[in-house]
């Protein structure tokens, strides 16, 4: 894990509704990422994690704070600016997925290059070669309604890997998955995809992965409330 | 690299793949498009036969009692309206017409009703194209020249020679014409002189049913409407009268507003099916709309591949919409002579212009929704 930080979140505060309905989702909140880390971001249900995850990547904007990703400061820029940044530099994986299931596993996973407007056929082959490293080249040809969950899990990693992010955003990729796929899919995610010039944030509460983690951020109540260290997985 | 061909590709296999949204899109609006052509057709074809004499006729100027208000029911003028066309200056020439219904009785029997014109007997001013026999034959006795239309097996398919009786006279059919539109009124159409016209049809006091004006050049045309109407009639050109005659038609009588309204309820029909369908779809990719929006997909983007599905779609089922009514129209017409529905460029335009409502309306509503969808919504399940 290298010490420069790919993410830097100052002091961020996120609230919904107003007056006496306004419920502040995200409390002062100030963290970094560092590149080559895997860092998970737990808490139980309604701690705000699903909230500072979206304000970090860009999707919902904070009430007070900054985010930093590498030396863009998120929300000083226009939407178009921001859509171009996520499309660039965050990759996604849903909770669901969020495949289309009237497209072709391959043509699911060539859409961040087709929204980078790369052409048709160059789109696919360079999605194939995505699918082989997620090991579902075979499959490229069905529509993700014939694979498995675990399998529909790789495709959605191909696809937010086929942009080359910097930085992976997980949203409990576990939740839809049985125990043992979900623990092998974070340790291929672990062994395959993060690299020294990526990190990696996945929010969950499946304590049956924390092992994979290189820190664990702990929330409650919109508040980041301490970290751990996984030191057994220290580099 | 092609920069948005990727996106409307996407698009359209999202669309097409589904295939029971495709094809309830595409059946919708087929429909509504078929149903629209064909209204509008029959429309169009009543019009053009409406206007079949105006047309047939030929003369450039028509000169008539300003109460008529289509060929048929012309009120007959007095003769000096003939004498007074003659003296207007611009005026190169100006002859009357007999234009008047009658009950022939064929050979078997029967009667059948059948419109006379009656030409100018020393010009013979508006006849007909003939197929058989002579136009000089006219002037026989007796004779009559039969127009050879759809209603022409209505006289018992006559030939050169066939006998039929008119108001108790003998009439000799000497020649078979050509003629450029067919009539409104389901009757065969018969050609004979003025002279004969007003002699064997029983008639008012007036004869003359129009007087036609060939200006010296059409810069007269406006002197020689202002003379007239100072006789207290009107003289139209022939696209004025086709006007007059098609307003008719459509704003006095039950004919344009039925039409009219069967086109809007078709038009209403495929607004809803598609509307709907196309809601549905989106509504089903909703969240798949939201995923692409998070991962960078620009509004921009997100409007472009709905707009391409749904014109794409409302196209496709515009062209099948169309082909069905051709299809139709032809068949029709070839099993029922009469058949009046004729397809026009403006009917392909307007129902052009209206499935394009159709895809606006059903991508205005798709739109909408995908762009109120937030990427945070995908987060939050």
């Avoid at chain 2, 000089?136 to 050169?160: G, R």
């Avoid at chain 2, 059919?173 to 003025?194: C, E, K, N, Q, W």
């Amino acid at each position: 894990m290298s010490e420069a930080a790919i993410i830097r979140a100052n002091n961020l505060v996120k609230w919904f509704g107003e007056g006496e309905a306004r419920t502040v989702a995200v409390k002062q909140a100030s963290f970094e990422a560092h590149y080559g880390e895997m860092l998970y971001i737990v808490g139980p249900s309604g701690s705000g994690k699903t909230t500072l995850l979206s304000i970090i990547s860009g999707i919902l904007r904070p009430n007070e704070g900054s985010v930093v990703v590498e030396d863009h400061d998120l929300w000083s820029m226009t939407d178009d600016e921001l859509a171009d940044l996520r499309l660039n530099k965050i990759g996604f994986v849903f909770q669901d997925y969020h495949l289309f299931p009237r497209l072709t596993t391959l043509e699911n996973v060539a859409i961040p290059l087709i929204l980078k407007k790369m052409e048709w056929n160059e789109a696919l082959k360079l999605a194939r070669e995505y699918l082989e490293i997620v090991g579902l080249k075979d499959r490229a040809e069905l529509q993700p309604v014939k694979l498995s969950g675990g399998e529909q899990q790789r495709v959605a990693i191909a696809r937010a890997i086929a942009g080359k992010p910097d930085l992976l955003i997980f949203d409990e990729p576990t939740a839809s998955l049985d125990g043992d796929t979900g623990r092998k899919i974070v340790e291929f995610v672990k062994s395959n995809i993060l690299n020294e010039k990526r990190a990696i944030i996945i929010v969950t509460h499946d304590s049956r992965i924390y092992e994979f983690a290189d820190r664990i951020m702990k929330m409650e109540d919109g508040k980041i409330v301490g970290y751990e260290t996984n030191h057994f997985n220290e580099k | 690299m092609k920069p948005v061909s990727g996106i409307y590709r996407i698009a359209l296999k999202l669309l097409m793949n589904d295939k029971s949204k495709f094809t309830a899109l595409l059946v919708g609006i087929t429909f509504a498009v078929f149903l629209m052509v064909m209204m509008m057709s029959m429309f169009s074809g009543i019009l053009a036969r409406s206007c079949a004499p105006v047309y047939n006729i030929g003369a450039k100027v028509w000169v008539m009692d300003p109460a008529v208000n289509n060929t048929n029911s012309s009120i007959p003028m007095p003769d000096y309206i003939l004498s007074a066309s003659r003296s207007i200056p611009g005026v190169k020439y100006a002859v009357p017409l007999y234009f008047g219904s009658a009950l022939l009785k064929l050979k078997d029997g029967t009667y059948q009703a059948a419109t006379v014109v009656g030409l100018d007997d020393s010009t013979l001013f508006g006849r007909p194209e003939m197929i058989e026999g002579r136009i000089e034959d006219i002037f026989a006795e007796n004779a009559f020249v039969v127009v050879k239309d759809a209603e022409f097996p209505k006289l018992e398919n006559p030939k050169i020679g066939t006998e039929f009786e008119i108001n108790d006279n003998r009439g000799t059919v000497v020649g078979i014409a050509r003629a450029a539109s067919s009539g409104l009124f389901g009757v065969p159409t018969l050609y004979t002189t003025y002279n004969r016209a007003i002699t064997y049809i029983p008639s008012a006091r007036f004869t003359t049913s129009y007087v036609l004006i060939e200006p010296k050049s059409d810069a007269d045309i406006p002197g020689i409407q202002k003379a007239i109407a100072k006789l207290g009639y009107e003289a139209l050109t022939r696209d004025q009268f086709v006007k007059k005659v098609s307003n008719f038609y459509t704003f006095k009588t039950g004919v344009g507003m039925n039409i009219m309204m069967m086109t809007a309820i078709s038009f209403v029909v495929g607004l809803s099916i598609s509307g709907q369908t196309f809601y549905t779809f989106i509504l089903e990719n909703i969240g798949k709309f939201g995923a692409m929006k998070a991962i960078g997909a620009k509004g921009n983007e997100l409007i472009a591949m709905i707009l391409a599905q749904a014109f794409v779609t409302s196209l496709i089922g515009y062209g099948l919409g169309v082909g069905a009514a051709s299809t139709f129209i032809i068949i029709a017409k070839l099993r029922m002579p009469d058949y009046a529905a004729q397809l026009t460029f403006q009917t392909l335009g307007l129902a052009l212009v209206m499935v394009m409502i159709i895809a606006g309306f059903s991508s205005y509503i798709g739109v909408r929704k995908v762009l109120q969808i937030q990427p945070f919504d995908i987060f939050r399940g």
